[in-house]
C-alpha cells in the first residue's frame, strides 16, 4: 500500500480472540472457583461434566463473574491475582458487586 497505510480487514472483529478470566460457584460447597479461557461455554461445560480434576466433586457449578481480555497474558496475569493472597479476598466483593445484566450476559455465552 501507498504511503505506510493499513488496509482494514472487515473480519478482524470476528476473527479476535477473547479471554475471560471468570470465577464459577460450587453448588456442592458454595466455594469459588477461579479460572481463565478463550471458550467461556466450553469451559463451564467441561466443569460441570466433571472433566476437571481440581473441580470435579464439587460439581454442579453456576457463573457468578466474568472478565474480558483482547490479550492472553493480561487474563493469566489477572487470574494468578485473583488466586493470590491479596486478590483471595477480593474475590467476594467482585462477585457480590458485579452487575446482574452483565452476568446475564455473560451467562447467555454458556447456555
Same mark, same amino acid.
Given at each position: &500500500? ?13 476473527? &479476535?480472540? &477473547?479471554?475471560? =478470566? ?5 453448588? =456442592?460447597? +458454595?466455594?469459588?472457583?477461579t479460572g481463565y479461557?478463550?471458550?467461556? +461455554? ?6 460441570? #461434566?466433571?472433566? #476437571? ?7 454442579p457449578f453456576t457463573? =457468578?463473574?466474568?472478565?474480558?481480555? !483482547?490479550?492472553?497474558?493480561?487474563? $493469566? ?7 493470590? +493472597? $491479596?486478590?483471595?479476598p477480593i474475590k467476594?466483593?467482585?462477585? !457480590?458487586?458485579?452487575?446482574? !445484566? ?10
Amino acid at each position: &500500500m501507498q504511503g505506510g497505510g493499513y488496509r482494514f480487514d472487515p473480519g478482524y472483529l470476528q476473527n &479476535m480472540r &477473547m479471554y475471560f =478470566v471468570y470465577i464459577i460457584q460450587s453448588s =456442592v460447597d +458454595k466455594n469459588y472457583y477461579t479460572g481463565y479461557t478463550s471458550d467461556l +461455554k466450553r469451559r463451564i461445560e467441561r466443569h460441570n #461434566s466433571g472433566y #476437571s480434576k481440581a473441580t470435579k466433586k464439587r460439581k454442579p457449578f453456576t457463573l =457468578v463473574y466474568c472478565e474480558s481480555y !483482547e490479550n492472553k497474558n493480561e487474563a $493469566i496475569k489477572r487470574e494468578y491475582f485473583l488466586k493470590s +493472597k $491479596i486478590g483471595g479476598p477480593i474475590k467476594k466483593g467482585l462477585v !457480590e458487586s458485579f452487575p446482574r !445484566e452483565e452476568l446475564e450476559k455473560n451467562l447467555k455465552l454458556v447456555r
